[in-house]
């Protein structure tokens, strides 16, 4: 099986910042890409960024030139930096990681959530 824990969300005035982490693990052997997709009362989940093995990256446009999406390799860790966060930011952020277990089988797995808040 495959956890993934995330932390870092809270409520934040708008122009601020704040930095999600996502920690994977369980039986793993690789992950081939984790990402941050986000969640607003009553719309449809989004990607806001993805990296991928290899280190390549791609960004919603919203997120561009404001969040930052990283990995620590030996830690299974992805990491969002978000910054000039505007009340339009205010969503649940999810972790999602993509791999092969230990046992040789493909998974995909999300983590539970964690709210961001934008006050204007």
């Known amino acids: 099986q495959v956890q993934l824990v995330e932390s870092g969300g809270g409520l934040v005035q708008a122009g601020g910042s704040l930095r999600l982490s996502c920690a994977a693990s369980g039986s793993i052997f690789s992950i081939n890409h984790m990402a941050w997709y986000r969640q607003a009362p009553g719309k449809q989940r989004e990607s806001v960024a993805v990296i991928i093995s290899g280190r390549s990256t791609d960004y919603a446009d919203f997120a561009k030139g404001r969040f930052t999406i990283s990995r620590d390799y030996a830690k299974s860790t992805v990491y969002l930096q978000m910054n000039s966060l505007k009340p339009e930011d205010t969503a649940v952020y999810y972790c999602?990681?993509?791999?092969?277990?230990?046992?040789?089988?493909?998974?995909?797995?999300w983590g539970q959530g964690t709210q961001v808040t934008v006050s204007s």
């Open positions: 999602y990681a993509a791999g092969v277990t230990s046992s040789n089988r493909p998974f995909g797995a």
